[in-house]
């Protein structure tokens, strides 16, 4: 939806223009809304933004709003925000936005809040981050950015000890520091890395504070400059338990799961923990700083130029309307760990080949499109980084010629080492919505918090799992994200999370069935790829 721009004087008032946005102020369309602003002169006393029709707005059109604030105040302007939609407010009441901007709500006006003036260095967000606020926002009441749960320990758990080792952790990395705030000069949402931090401290607690601190679980966060994580370490007359919970633009599941607990759990047990001189901000830094990539935007949009949902997405057996999401899981039985050992592929290559020709075989198209997601760790210092580092490497395959399963799977080896080679132009594929509704692939290795009444090792003892957070499962309204977890014991479990509203149960399981099947496929190299599509 385009955006529609109304400017007129308000006529029961002197030296007022009120401008009425239409639509969506996203990425795409702020600079037309800039544009329009620049035209402006100072003959006027007030600016209103009528935002009674404004149906969706993100970071970019947020940074527009707060640059024409700037103006306003530079001219000795009056600015105001009139009546935005309920959703439009949420995000506003996310970010703190009325500690900048005055809010109306058919005359009852909300006092200004009041901004810090401690700055500190501003970093930008990455593609990963700003892609990830923006999604919150669609929906800023959900919990869908909370990454983490509760757990209930071992009795035998030396509280004093834990907590030590936890504080340590977060003391010894810069992301944890990381808060989310709007730059004084551009208005651009930014990041700085010098927030305080406070103690994790162990608190006693009866059995009825703790149902009511457990509702912490439920709550989405309020990230402008406010700490972006929540540790609670309690005590209650039914056992101890830890609650960890990070927002997610600032730590992917790498991070929390394969990181933050096993550095915890080395101090915990006074095992030696691997530094790395290398921080978070520097990354951000060094990510950001590179200049755009003429060659590396045109690949991405040459992978995605011809999406259709018809031909790259299993068929869809219902039409119920609104996105309704479900989740189905299934064993992986033709795949074990010890396979990789005798294979020249990368675990993640084979598992997308896979995935790429069970849907091309669904939708008897000869090409599929699938969007890869990555941890994002390559080097060696990046490995041990703390942070959101994930990327996302939109893949094609055209199976337009008769080849072998070793060459299909060399060939896709290359693409894929292509696509990393072009990362860092991957703010055109979300500034441009080039795979809103590709079939999205992640590999994950085990997951710390991964389903309710799961057991994770902590602390040379295992901790149950006891609550996530309720709405973690509406993050992005994809209509098929697939997740392989590769087990510590070697297998493997597929987790299909679909729109319920144009899939049924029945065809996710048949579409698991047939991964298995491509799984099984691949593992002759001189098999014919067209065979296993036939």
């Not at 707005?57 to 940074?63: D, Q, T």
Request: contains cysteine.
């Amino acid at each position: 939806m385009k955006l529609v721009i109304d400017i007129k004087k308000d006529p029961s008032k002197d030296g007022v223009i009120v401008v009425k946005l239409v639509g969506r102020l996203d990425a795409n369309t702020s600079p037309e809304f800039d544009e329009t602003l620049e035209k402006f002169t100072n003959d006027f006393d007030e600016l209103q933004m009528d935002l009674s029709q404004l149906d969706y707005l993100s970071s970019a059109g947020l940074r527009s709003i707060l640059v024409a604030k700037k103006w306003t105040d530079k001219e000795n302007i009056k600015f105001k925000v009139v009546d935005p939609k309920e959703e439009v407010d949420e995000v506003f009441a996310m970010t703190g936005f009325n500690r900048f901007v005055e809010i109306v709500h058919t005359d009852k006006e909300k006092e200004d809040g009041v901004a810090d003036d401690s700055l500190g260095e501003f970093y930008p967000l990455s593609p990963i981050q700003r892609w990830m606020m923006d999604t919150h926002f669609q929906k800023a009441k959900s919990t869908m950015m909370n990454e983490g749960g509760l757990a209930k320990l071992d009795d035998s758990i030396d509280m004093e000890r834990l907590a030590g080792a936890i504080n340590d952790t977060l003391a010894a990395h810069d992301i944890f520091r990381c808060r989310i705030l709007f730059h004084p000069e551009t208005g651009e949402i930014s990041q700085r890395f010098d927030g305080t931090l406070s103690k994790v401290r162990i608190e006693s607690l009866s059995e009825a504070e703790f149902e009511k601190r457990k509702l912490e679980l439920k709550k989405p966060y309020q990230i402008i400059d406010r700490p972006l994580f929540h540790i609670y370490l309690i005590i209650v007359p039914s056992g101890k338990y830890l609650y960890v919970d990070f927002y997610h633009v600032i730590m992917d599941g790498v991070a929390t799961a394969l990181l933050f607990f096993r550095e915890v759990d080395n101090r915990y047990l006074g095992k030696p923990v691997k530094q790395t001189g290398y921080s978070y901000a520097e990354y951000i830094r060094e990510l950001c700083s590179k200049p755009k990539n003429e060659a590396g935007a045109a690949y991405w949009r040459n992978m995605l130029a011809d999406f259709d949902e018809s031909k790259h997405l299993p068929p869809s057996d219902r039409n119920e309307g609104s996105w309704n999401f479900n989740a189905h899981f299934a064993t992986l039985k033709n795949i074990k760990k010890d396979l990789f050992k005798e294979t020249n592929y990368p675990e993640h290559t084979f598992l997308l080949g896979a995935m790429m020709l069970a849907i091309a075989k669904s939708t008897g198209s000869s090409s599929a499109i699938m969007s890869y997601v990555h941890n994002g760790r390559t080097t060696r210092a990046e490995m041990r980084l703390m942070g959101l580092m994930l990327t996302q490497i939109p893949v094609r395959y055209d199976f337009d010629k008769d080849i072998s399963v070793g060459a299909f799977l060399e060939d896709l080896k290359q693409r894929v080492e292509e696509g990393f080679q072009h990362r860092d132009s991957l703010e055109t594929v979300y500034e441009e919505g080039l795979e809103d509704e590709c079939a999205t692939f992640i590999l994950q290795k085990g997951n710390i918090m991964g389903n309710v009444s799961g057991e994770i090792p902590l602390c040379g003892t295992v901790a149950t799992i006891q609550e996530l957070p309720q709405n973690k499962a509406s993050a992005v309204e994809n209509s098929l994200d697939i997740h392989v977890v590769c087990e510590d014991d070697g297998t493997y479990r597929l987790k299909l999370e679909y729109d319920a509203s144009r899939y049924s149960e029945g065809m996710m399981g048949r579409f698991a069935e047939s991964v298995d099947e491509m799984i099984k496929g691949l593992q002759d190299k001189d098999k014919a790829v067209l065979e296993l599509l036939s």
